[in-house]
Antibody, heavy 118, light 107 residues
Framework: EVQLVESGGALVQPGGSLKLSCAASGFSFSVSTMHWVRQASGKGLEWVGHIRTKANSYETTYAASVKGRFTISRDDSKNTVYLQMNSLKTEDTAMYYC?????????WGQGTTVTVSS | SYELTQPPSVSVSPGQTARITCSGDALPKQYAYWYQQKPGQAPVLVIYKDSERPSGIPERFSGSNSGTTVTLTISGVQAEDEADYFCQSIDSSGTYYVFGTGTKVTV
């Protein structure tokens, strides 16, 4: 079964850091570009960024709202993609999803909740 | 920054046709994708590359592109189609992904 499972969400204070993980199974992870998408409660979807494959030098691209604060990485030996979030702001509070891109974002995880509050 | 604009809501009776539009300047050059999201669930891809349907998605879901506007059509709407729908594309540079503002479909 093709599956993505996120973990690591938590309550964190403004200015703090948090690292999310997304474990993949059931498909060839190492040749898949992986994305992070977030959704604040009751709001729309917001693309966070993505990481390409080894063949594409693990190139990363980020939305302007997170560039310089968030870093996406991956460990192909563990079939896992990560989202390191630094200098967190209250507006980063959201459900964070990882997703695979094949023809569109065709596989999504169930999400993990990040709350930034004092 | 690039934006994709959708109507906030569409209301349709069971068995009727729902049409959801998505407008963006780069849509003539970039494919559009559509996602369905039900409360408390992750989004599900229902249309890719403007008009292609993934396996497992009912035939009543279809997509079309007419320049700067793409349309998701749900023919013979069923109660289970009540959900939020988001379009998604990429900016003209081909670098940044963007989601539409979302449309709530009420059946």
């Amino acid at each position: 079964e093709v599956q993505l499972v996120e973990s690591g969400g938590a309550l964190v204070q403004p200015g703090g850091s948090l690292k999310l993980s997304c474990a993949a199974s059931g498909f060839s992870f190492s040749v898949s570009t992986m994305h992070w998408v977030r959704q604040a409660s009751g709001k729309g979807l917001e693309w966070v960024g993505h990481i390409r494959t080894k063949a594409n030098s693990y190139e990363t691209t980020y939305a302007a709202s997170v560039k310089g604060r968030f870093t996406i990485s991956r460990d192909d030996s563990k079939n896992t993609v990560y989202l390191q979030m630094n200098s967190l702001k209250t507006e980063d509070t959201a459900m964070y999803y990882c997703a695979r891109v094949l023809f569109g974002l065709d596989v999504w995880g169930q999400g993990t909740t990040v709350t930034v509050s004092s | 920054s690039y934006e994709l604009t959708q109507p906030p809501s569409v209301s349709v009776s069971p068995g009727q046709t729902a049409r959801i539009t998505c407008s963006g300047d780069a849509l003539p050059k970039q494919y559009a994708y559509w996602y369905q999201q039900k409360p408390g669930q992750a989004p599900v891809l229902v249309i890719y590359k403007d008009s292609e349907r993934p396996s497992g998605i009912p035939e009543r879901f279809s997509g079309s592109n007419s320049g700067t506007t793409v349309t998701l059509t749900i023919s013979g709407v069923q109660a289970e189609d009540e959900a939020d729908y988001f379009c998604q594309s990429i900016d003209s540079s081909g670098t940044y992904y963007v989601f539409g503002t979302g449309t709530k479909v009420t059946v």
